[in-house]
């Protein structure tokens, strides 16, 4: 019984310290949209003032600030080491084949089940001036939130208790839940389920969350300028069957997605290697 209480309360303060984190930065950074679209939408003051706010949240989070006896408990918390070059590269690439596949899967997931769009502010009455650098502190801000949050703490603390599997599918899990405010649908749930899978295995094989930052920017950029704001436009599969269109993208899902595996089960090789030989110890990021 002790036992399963334990196991427990690891997964709770996982998840809690998780949404925490998460709540915070997100929190943070719809504020200051609100704020600034609603005061002074010619000047993007917000970005800058995001940017100190993450580098902050990353000091922190990182050690600095902490006691002496703590700090060292927090730079493992946040996961942020430097690794080598050869798994970083492949790290990379599976995020950015499982991107390629995952935006195929949500193009085909909206074509097969009736769902809301994305909710996206109407920028239309603002300036470019101000819109392209909040769209890019967007997709900074939410990967320099969510990497420490999911891949970092929160999994970092379930993997020593429960194995690395398990650990990686308890975090995508929350991460999907995460998302639920863009609508509890199970195809938008399972496609943030299969985005944890890809970083929370990226993380666990590297040890570290920084190769999979990369990746998940240039997922948002690609998300926020190509997939979204055009789900309000597309249309169910009709009774005469798909178009080429839908079966080029179900091609793209499965192609990709094959890539990504691929990428991963060769980062997993590389890991495996690495452990064997003793290579040095991963360095924390300065």
């Known amino acids: 019984m002790g036992s399963v209480f334990h196991k427990t309360a690891t997964i709770a303060r996982a998840a809690a310290l998780s949404f925490l984190i998460l709540l915070f930065g997100a929190g943070i950074w719809s504020a200051l949209i609100v704020v600034n679209l609603s005061r002074t939408p010619g000047i993007p003051w917000s970005v800058p003032v995001m940017a100190a706010v993450l580098w902050l949240m990353w000091e922190i989070m990182g050690g600095r600030y902490w006691p002496r006896s703590t700090a060292e408990a927090r730079r493992r918390g946040l ?6 070059c050869r798994q970083f590269a ?7 084949f499982a991107v390629a596949g995952l935006a195929g899967l949500w193009i085909v ?68 839940l995460a998302h639920a405010s863009q609508g509890i649908e199970w195809p938008k749930l399972l496609f943030y389920f299969l985005v944890g899978i890809v970083f ?3 993380a666990s094989l590297t040890r570290s969350i920084l190769p999979a930052i990369p990746g998940h920017v240039l997922g948002l950029l690609i998300f926020f300028a190509v997939i979204w704001p055009h789900d309000a436009t597309r249309r169910l599969i009709s009774a005469g069957g798909a178009d080429v269109w839908f079966w080029l993208h179900v091609v793209q899902t499965l192609g990709f997605g094959a890539l990504a595996v691929w990428s991963l089960v060769r980062l997993a090789r590389i890991s495996n290697s690495s452990v064997r030989s003793g290579a040095p110890a991963i360095r924390p990021a300065a």
């Not at 790290?91 to 950015?96: K, L, Q, T, Y």
């Not at 089940?113 to 001036?129: A, G, R, W």
């Open 109 to 176: 997931l909206f074509q097969m089940v009736k769902m809301l769009p994305n909710p996206l502010p109407d920028f239309s009455q603002y300036p470019l001036t101000t819109i392209v650098p909040m769209i890019l502190m967007s997709s900074l801000a939410a990967p320099l939130t969510e990497e420490p949050a999911f891949r970092g703490y929160c999994q970092g603390i379930l993997e020593r208790e429960f194995s690395a599997p398990a650990a990686v599918v308890m975090s995508s899990t929350f991460f999907a």
């Open 200 to 202: 929370g295995t990226t």
């Open 79 to 84: 996961r942020a080491a430097v690794v080598p």
């Open 90 to 96: 492949w790290a990379f690439a599976a995020g950015m």
